[in-house]
Structures are given as structure tokens and as C-alpha cells.
């Protein structure tokens, strides 16, 4: 089958880092587009080998890149179009259904208790992501936290199934080599003991929450390493020098040795306040390193020994960070369950074979009538899945573009520098 995939755009974060784990293990022939800035993950995933286009959209709310990408779509006769983030799923999935094609269906990556991709959930936000949702065969959700808040939202169960995100074992291995090449980069003394933070510097995350707890455990021999970019670098800095410890908190900036970076790590904090999923925590469990978090849905029911769940406030993740680093540095020792659970291949195969069971059967042939015309609808897309009564609730006259009225505001979309909707 061909594959096209719609993404908001492919900076550095865990919704576009998965989509190219997706590309590099799919059996089927597949294809990305993005809506605006393409990214350092676009380069990965033509360094691999696949095509990247970019729409070129300059505001939230334009209409003639929905235009361009039916257009896009219907050239490229695609089988399947799969959207990620909320922005890409209202384009995509409209420029789909006007296209035709035979197969439309989202992955939700994150949604929280109350934002969705760092925007808040307004009656806007929610009304565009129910209307376009009507427009696909379903909604892949990457946990049952994410199906379940989703369902409380309004889509329809029935449209929905739960894949979780996947992890490449092989991104995310421990790396003795790159342990050292790593710290030396860092500038780390010999024997340090290394906290470490991995991802996008937002306020969701809580880093700050941790530079707190992590204060007094800091001395010339323990390091906190923040490793990632975004908005926050500022006030994060200004939090450590206001804990008197500018000296012992490594900004590493944005990397993408995802594995390199794990292996350089004794201990792995997740802070976040709200998770939909927890994909950095299984990297890091694969990567054999002990872990800390606060939410992680993807450990629900796993009961994976050197992952243990702590408070979400200083004093909490201070007591639990003070236990690890007194016990000192553990053995390497990945979570085989992750594997079992989670291995990029399986999860991607199973991606695949959702693809082909939304397939369409072949259209019979329609019966002779006696004036020699073919009864029945005309072929094609129309004829397998009518979707006018996707849209019936929008009223009768109803077309599909003015759903994408109030995506955004009419300003040019913000450059990325993680993932986003």
C-alpha cells in the first residue's frame, strides 16, 4: 500500500522521532508531508532514504494549503493517509476526505487532562478535532490514558484502537564508547554521579521542580544534565542560579544521540506533570539506567522493578533521588518487558496490518441495466465509504473547508523547536 504521512512539522520531539522509527520499519511504500518547518527530523528521515515534502504554510489558518494538499494527495494516489498533531489532523484529514481516499486515520499522540499539545481545550479546539474525526476510519491512541481521555472528549470508542508508541531498541541501547565520548563533552569529572533530564524544555516537564529537589544533592562529584531546547531555558537557569548551583547543572542543549546521551546518564528523571504516554522512560529502561517518574501510562500494569513511581513536588523526588545517589552508580540491566511490549517492529507491523484491515474490498461489478447503464453508485471512493453522512451534523449545506476556520490565529506559526500540533 502507499502510505502518506501528515505531520505539523518534524522538529526534534517524541510524536516526530517516532513517526521516523515508523518510516525505517514499515513494509508498506510510504511518503511525509509536513504543513511548515520541516525540521532536523526531516533531514533524518531523508538521510534514511525517505521523502519529505513541506506544504509551506505560513499562517494557522490558511486555507489554500488545504487546497495544495488534496491536491498533493490525489497525485500522489495514496491508499492510506495517516495524520499526526492536532494541526495536521485538521488539514489532513479533510484533504483526505475531499481527495478520496480510500483509507484516513490519526494517530493521537498526546492529550492531557486539560491541553492538547501545550493548547488548552477550548470549545474551538474541540469542535475542529470532533468535526474532522468524523471524516476518518479511526483514531489510533497511544495508550489507554490517551483513549480514555479521548472518549471522554467525544470520539466515538468504536472508532478508536490503542497502539502504543514503539521503542527502537537499537536508538536507545547502552553505548560504553559513547559513555565517555559523551562526558567528556560535558566537561564531567571522572566518577561523577550524572542525574539526568532528556527532552523539551516546556513547563509541562517540571525540570524546574527538579533542579529544586536535585540542589542539595549536587557537590563535586554529582551532576544534574538537562539535555534538550525550548522556551524554558531561561527561567531554568535562573532557577539553578537561584539554588546556588549554576556550577553543577549542565545545559547540554538540544542532541539527538539519543542512546549516547542515555548511556552518559546514572539516573533517569521524568518529571513531567502531565504524560500521556512516557516514551523517554522506556528508552531509558531499555537502556538499562534506574528511573524516577512522576506519570508514565505506558508502565501501568508492567511492574517493572527499576522503574519506581514518585511524588510530584520537591521535597518527594528529593528523598528518592537522595536514596539513588547514596546507593551509587547500578549495573546496566535493560527491562526485557520493554521489548516484549513495546519493540519498534512489533508495533509497527501491527500499524501495517491496522492499514490493510481498513483496506476497502473491491467494489462488485455494478448489475447491467436495460438501457445499458451500471446501476449503483460510480466507482471509487464514494461508493465503499460514503461520507456525506460524516458530515450531516454540520447541517445541509454543509461543505467540508469551513471546519478549518479557527485552527489557529491568522499569525505565522511558530518555528519548532520540539514537537508540536
Request: net charge neutral; proline share 6%; glycine share 10%.
Amino acid at each position: 500500500m502507499k502510505v502518506l504521512h501528515v505531520i505539523t512539522g518534524l522538529g526534534v520531539g517524541g510524536a516526530e522521532l517516532q513517526l521516523r522509527s515508523i518510516l525505517q520499519h514499515t513494509r508498506h511504500e510510504s511518503d511525509v508531508v509536513t504543513l511548515y518547518n520541516p525540521g532536523p527530523v526531516a533531514d533524518m528521515i531523508r538521510a534514511d532514504g525517505g521523502r519529505v515534502r513541506d506544504l509551506g504554510m505560513t499562517r494557522n489558518t490558511e486555507l489554500s494549503a488545504l487546497l495544495r494538499l488534496r491536491r498533493l494527495i490525489r497525485s500522489g494516489g495514496y491508499d492510506v493517509v495517516h495524520t499526526h498533531l492536532y494541526r495536521s489532523q485538521i488539514y489532513g484529514r479533510t484533504a483526505a476526505w475531499l481527495a478520496g481516499t480510500p483509507v484516513v486515520l490519526s494517530t493521537e499522540h498526546s492529550i492531557g487532562e486539560t491541553h492538547l499539545e501545550r493548547r488548552r481545550m477550548t470549545l474551538g479546539v474541540r469542535a475542529l478535532y470532533l468535526g474532522t474525526e468524523r471524516l476518518s476510519d479511526t483514531t489510533i491512541a497511544v495508550s489507554e490514558t490517551v483513549r480514555d481521555r479521548l472518549a471522554s472528549w467525544g470520539v466515538r470508542p468504536r472508532n478508536m484502537t490503542v497502539i502504543p508508541n514503539g521503542v527502537d531498541l537499537g536508538r536507545a541501547a547502552f553505548d560504553a564508547e559513547a559513555r565517555g565520548r559523551v562526558r567528556s563533552e560535558l566537561g564531567l569529572v571522572p566518577g561523577s554521579y550524572v542525574i539526568g533530564l532528556l527532552g523539551r524544555l516546556d513547563p509541562n516537564k517540571q525540570f524546574d521542580m527538579v533542579i529544586e529537589a536535585a540542589a542539595p544533592l549536587l557537590d563535586d562529584k554529582a551532576r544534574l544534565v538537562i539535555v534538550g531546547g525550548g522556551a524554558e531555558r531561561e527561567h531554568l537557569e535562573q532557577v539553578a542560579g537561584a539554588c546556588g548551583v549554576t556550577d553543577r547543572v549542565i545545559f547540554a542543549g538540544e542532541r539527538h544521540d539519543v542512546a549516547a546521551v542515555l548511556s552518559a546518564f546514572d539516573l533517569f528523571v521524568a518529571s513531567s506533570k502531565q504524560e500521556t504516554f512516557g516514551l523517554s522512560v522506556l528508552e531509558a529502561l531499555a537502556n538499562g539506567l534506574p528511573v524516577l517518574y512522576t506519570t508514565c501510562p505506558a508502565l501501568d500494569g508492567l511492574g517493572v522493578d527499576r522503574a519506581r513511581q514518585v511524588p510530584s513536588s520537591a521535597p518527594g523526588l528529593r528523598a528518592a533521588m537522595a536514596t539513588e545517589v547514596t546507593a551509587g552508580k547500578r549495573d546496566r540491566i535493560p527491562v526485557a518487558a520493554i521489548e516484549r511490549e513495546y519493540g519498534i517492529e512489533a508495533v509497527t507491523a501491527r500499524i501495517d496490518d491496522l492499514y490493510e484491515r481498513l483496506r476497502p474490498a473491491p467494489a462488485r461489478p455494478a448489475a447491467i441495466q436495460a438501457d445499458g447503464r451500471s446501476g449503483g453508485p460510480p466507482s471509487g471512493h464514494a461508493a465503499i465509504r460514503s461520507p456525506a453522512p460524516r458530515i450531516a451534523a454540520a447541517g445541509p449545506a454543509a461543505t467540508v473547508p469551513p471546519l478549518i476556520i479557527g485552527v489557529g490565529s491568522s499569525a505565522a506559526p511558530a518555528r519548532q523547536t520540539g514537537g508540536e500540533g
